[in-house]
């Protein structure tokens, strides 16, 4: 007799309890992990079961849907079938019950309007998540508007920096119940599929964990900085018994709009040993310039000079300090442009701005880090970057600085993925990690200040 998943019934009811105030209200409901987990049979055969007891709108939705076989249709028909579900009627391109239920399937990336004027929805369910971008989710989120409505979300996890996976797993919101559910906990696994598994495990260990463990990859191959540099940076001095300590340096991002907070990454040498991050409106500019200042401390510090950010040089003018800060310009020219980056590649036939050199300066000395300390290869301490392992804040860091990934110009050189483009992705501005890498390139930035026609009249600002 065909059943629901019994691992997963305290995912649903709440023991002890007589039905129905036994089932457990909940606005989201993540179901994730690996493949062979049963989460996907699992969300069909329960929104079956909803459908035959009560009439029930589904809108069930996946990013990519060419064809109604590319939606969970097949598997929402399957389980009524398994289940023996009576009073169902199973279309070409939807399914309705006698009482009025009926199921809905949309592909998200050609169906935005259809989506947007959906009415009445009781549940929706949203397969294959992990593509799903913040952009997406926040046209969906509002459609599911009725009283005790709920999202039902299912996905295999991809990348560890994936938006549905941050919002979700990561940081989930209130009244949201996840449950990581992998092979083990699926008594209907074929004796097949077991020897598949056993056999993967055996063979790649980092695909078994990420296929069938649902283990999140760290590392984007298109990211300007791999996670695994970042993680192998945390505390790096003290693994390899180096002392990496020098000027002190803050690196200052300035919020710009809407949601942005100021951010400020304070250097000792090439460790990171705090971080500060706060929302200011724009009539408190100046008490943002002076609190990122207050990080100084006899250092100096670099700050972001672009759109609000003009502001700071004088800001600091008018409290009589006149030394010590230096402005970072995004967009500059690079730095030493005729040097070369690699052989017979100089620094402008490879960068495109500033910010594509320094953020490159950075990864190629955190994958020094990684190379240090997971392969023995010794580097210079300057070559070297470190992070303090108990920042506030670090975990936000470690994805902002893999987030964004490689980019090109039209000259073909090398850029770094725009925050309007990171936003598209749903992934939030990387505050932290533009103070992050202007506190670890002062050296750049330094040398490019020098350029400007004001360096040296106003103390560097």
Known sequence: MASLN????DF?????????QNFIKARNRVLYGGRASSKSWEFAGMA???AQ???TRFLCVRRYQNKIKDSVYTLIGAQIENFKLGGFEVLSNEIRHANGSDFAFYGIERNTDEIKSFEGADIL?????????REQWEILEPTIRKDGSEVWISFNPKLMTDFIYQRFIVNPPPSTRARLVNYPDNPFLSDTMKKVIAAKREEDWDEYEHVYLGVPRSDDDAAVIKRSWIEAAIDADRKLGLDLTGAR????????SGEDKNAAAIFNGAICIELDEWKAPEDELAESAKRAWAHVQGGRMLYDSIGVGAHVGSTLRNMNIQAGYFKFNAGAAVVNPKAEYAPKIKNDEKFENLKAQAWQDVADRLRNTFNAVNKGVQYEPSELICIRGDLDKLERLKTELCSPRKSYSKRGLDMV????????????SPNLADAFIMGACSHLAMESAKRSPIFGTYGNG
């Open 6 to 9: 019994p691992n997963l019934r």
């Open 48 to 50: 079956g079961s909803i």
């Open 12 to 20: 649903w009811f709440r023991d002890g309890v007589p039905a129905p």
């Open 125 to 133: 369910w949203i397969e294959e998540a992990h593509n799903l971008t």
């Open 417 to 428: 993925e725009s925050k309007e483009n990171l936003a598209k992705r749903g992934i939030a």
């Open 249 to 256: 340096c803050v690196g200052y991002d300035v919020a710009d």
């Open 53 to 55: 007891q009560c009439r």
